[in-house]
């Protein structure tokens, strides 16, 4: 049974698919517990996968955010640096 996709994507030209192959010794019709109990896992499964890629968008935003705090700390020393040595001169 193919996972759902979801109702809606943040992304329209992001798309995914899936599927669960189930194996048994005996041909004979799935219950509609186990039915249900199978798209409930298709359902969290797409819901894992839409949490990795919004998990993915927000990374690269905060590294760029931590580079450049990284950079201002940077300068911020070079500009203690200069006045320090403009006070002594």
Do not use: Y
């Not at 809606?8 to 249900?36: C, K, Y």
């Not at 798209?39 to 839409?50: C, G």
């Amino acid at each position: 049974m193919p996972a759902r996709q979801p109702a809606e994507t943040r992304n329209s030209h992001v798309s995914f698919g899936g599927l669960i192959i189930l194996r048994r010794s005996e041909v004979r019709p799935f219950t509609d517990r186990q039915i249900e109990l199978l798209q409930t896992f298709a359902d969290q499964a797409v819901i894992a996968i839409e949490n990795t890629q919004l998990f993915e968008e927000v990374q690269a935003p905060t590294r760029e955010l931590a580079k450049t705090v990284d950079d201002l700390e940077i300068a911020s020393q070079h500009k203690n640096q200069f006045v320090a040595n403009m006070s002594h001169d």
